[in-house]
């Protein structure tokens, strides 16, 4: 089945939610120009089947220029309880783009998701050796290989997965991807 | 997409939240009894409601309680809210979060009792028999502790008040150089905790008028409401807790790889694009 058979028969079984874009969690906060600065796996709500991002106690409006353009915003003082999900641009504290520092903590939590706590860093610091691997060296893919030698009961985890995780985890914004680009890539898309 | 070349530039202040005034209230609030036959799906509510509300099963159907003292939030608009158990409790703070049930208010004989109450059922299809909400609670006085300042004495505070909207621009720090590091650092966490509170809510008006329909996926304030000492947030209530709660939850701590890019792809964007042409 094309996907776009699939969802059409989505459309067929469910008409009364169907015809309606279902906008969500970070492109919601976009669309109004906010930045949450402290997305975590503990500020993420499950009602049913359905998360909701909630604690927006530290989010900020993103500056835009007069054409429309996202500004960078001045350096904050460095907050969010969990030194991980921080971005590392925060941490240098340097000027930052908003919605990038929100995509670094979103790849963290899919990292955390889908490795549990093993394969992360425990801060974005040069001198964390995890961090360096992954994030500088981008050599996340030889991280997770080493860590599913040693857990046996680990499912593999697919190379698309692993791939987008790597894009997001850059620790240099300009190379991460964007809410658009994530959107974009085949494991998001996909499947 | 930022250009490299663009200078940093402050964060815009927030528009000052909207607050509708209420008031806390004693009353009768009638809920269906579990022990009659026709309760059935109501039980598990009931359940939830036993557990903060000091109620026991009796042989009527519905049954009249006595809430406990100023439990019942009265709000614009005709909302009230049962106040119930605390569900979390934040550590650096006072704020806590309840679980409340909407009511309505009971007709008898074609009049409104203003002091007697019903909770609601929730809309056929939904997960729990009875609408459930979750009211966060917080001091006025941490939300907005400038306007205490100006009932004290009132030229101080309106100077107070400009130096917090300077603050809001910029960085937040810089009082620590300051020569009374202890008083004033103390008071810049103050004046932090409140930011971050009186953002919060802003924030979520700011959602809420852009996404009317609460289809995006960011946890939405219904309503929000002040009295002479609290000011509650109330939001849907989110029974299966955090995905931290659910990773946990796995033995190995991890989600199946569809799993999890179901929930990523809640908490990025779009469940599905329906509209097709």
Redesign the interface.
């Known amino acids: 089945m094309t996907r776009m058979e699939k969802r059409y028969t989505f459309v067929m079984t469910h008409p009364l939610t169907a015809p309606r874009w279902f906008l969500q969690g970070l492109k919601t906060l976009q669309k109004v120009k906010l930045c949450h600065r402290n997305l975590s796996l503990e500020n993420v709500l499950i009602r049913g089947d359905v998360c909701y991002i909630s604690s927006l106690g530290l989010s900020l409006r993103v500056p835009v220029s007069e054409d429309g353009t996202v500004l960078k915003l001045m350096p904050q003082a460095v907050c969010g309880k969990k030194p991980e999900y921080i971005a590392p641009e925060v941490f240098q504290n340097e000027p930052f783009d908003g919605y990038a520092v929100d995509l670094w903590a979103a790849g963290v939590m899919l990292c955390q998701m889908l490795f549990g706590g093993d394969v992360m860093f425990s801060a974005p610091i040069p001198e964390d050796p995890k961090f360096q691997e992954i994030c500088i060296h981008g050599h996340l893919k030889a991280v997770v290989d080493k860590f599913q030698a040693l857990v046996t009961d680990q499912k593999a985890v697919s190379d698309a997965a692993i791939d987008l995780l790597q894009r997001m985890l850059r620790a240099d914004p300009a190379e991460r991807l964007t809410l658009s680009e994530v959107q974009e890539h085949p494991w998001f898309k996909d499947g | ?4 070349h ?9 528009d000052p939240p909207k607050l509708c005034d209420g008031r806390r209230t004693a009353g009768h609030v009638q809920v269906p009894d579990p022990t009659t036959e026709d309760a059935g799906p109501l039980e598990m509510s009931w359940k939830a409601v036993s557990a903060g509300a000091l109620v026991e099963p009796s042989p009527t159907k519905l049954r009249r309680t006595s809430s406990i003292a100023g439990n019942i939030l009265v709000a614009a608009e005709k909302k009230s809210y049962w106040l119930q158990r605390k569900i979390t409790e934040e550590s650096h703070s006072h704020n806590y979060v309840r679980i409340g049930f909407p009511l309505q208010n009971v007709t008898m004989d074609g009049e409104e009792m203003s002091n007697a109450w019903t909770v609601c059922k929730a809309e056929e299809g939904s ?1 729990y028999p009875f609408e459930m909400v979750a009211i966060k609670v917080q001091s006025h006085r941490q939300v907005f502790p400038e306007d205490e300042d100006d009932e004290e004495e009132e030229e101080e505070g309106e100077e107070k008040e400009g130096g917090a909207n300077k603050q809001e621009g ?4 810089n009082d620590n150089s300051n020569s009374q590091l202890s008083y004033i650092s103390d008071a810049s966490v103050r004046m932090t905790i409140a930011r ?2 009186k ?2 809510i802003s ?2 008006q ?2 809420k ?3 009317p ?1 609460g ?5 939405r304030a219904e309503l929000v409401v002040q009295d002479m000492v609290d000011v509650y947030v109330i ?13 946990s939850a796995d033995s ?10 179901k ?14 042409g």
């Open positions: 997409m930022v250009r490299a663009d200078p940093p530039a402050p964060s815009p202040p927030f997960m910029g960085d937040d720090d971050n509170a953002n919060e924030a979520l700011l959602i008028a852009a996404d329909d289809n995006g996926n960011v946890l939001m849907p209530y989110c029974k299966e807790g955090t995905l931290m709660d659910m990773l190995n701590g991890r989600l199946e790889e569809t799993e999890a890019r929930y990523f792809r809640h908490v990025l964007n779009v469940r599905f694009s329906a509209c097709i």
